[in-house]
């Protein structure tokens, strides 16, 4: 088989990177209504799209989980360095629509950050450290969509 190797730079902003700390790599067969497999055997799951029936998820639903983890951990980060104690109990509720209109197919995200007790002052200085930080924030940001909500 003969590779080609495609890089694109224009219109994108190019980041110098130091070191790659981790590389996920996943190979997808069958698009919405296949199947994605990591290279290290630890994701293996069926793929459906939005709203088909069977047991698969859809990369919609993969984005949010991804998007939710990586947030904590960008509030985590971001709440020892301001010296703020978050609740144990917090959360991400993220929704990523694929919506549409005449240009095409698009994505836009909603993330619900619930902070249990904290004061909402604190909450929103996480939140917004953390969504400065985020490398999926960073990924999206001025490209789709994003409302961040603060609940306490």
Not at 13 to 28: A, E, F
Not at 30 to 45: H, P, Q, V
Request: aromatic share 4%.
């Amino acid at each position: 088989m003969e590779l080609n190797t495609i890089q694109e730079v224009e219109n994108t902003t190019v980041v110098n990177i130091s070191k790659v700390l981790y590389s996920g790599n996943v190979i997808v067969t069958g698009g919405r209504n296949g199947e994605a497999k990591s290279s290290d055997g630890k994701l293996d799951i069926e793929l459906t799209s939005p709203g088909a029936k069977g047991n698969g998820t859809n990369p919609e639903q993969l984005l949010a989980a991804g998007w939710s983890a990586c947030f904590i951990g960008a509030m985590h980060l971001g709440a020892v360095k301001m010296g703020v104690h978050l609740p144990s109990d917090l959360s991400v509720n993220t929704s990523i629509d694929l919506a549409s209109n005449d240009d095409g197919f698009f994505l836009q995200a909603h993330l619900q950050v619930i902070l249990p007790g904290l004061p909402i002052d604190e909450a929103r200085k996480v939140v917004e450290a953390a969504h400065a930080t985020c490398p999926y924030s960073k990924a999206t940001r001025g490209n789709i969509n994003v409302k961040i909500e603060v609940v306490v």
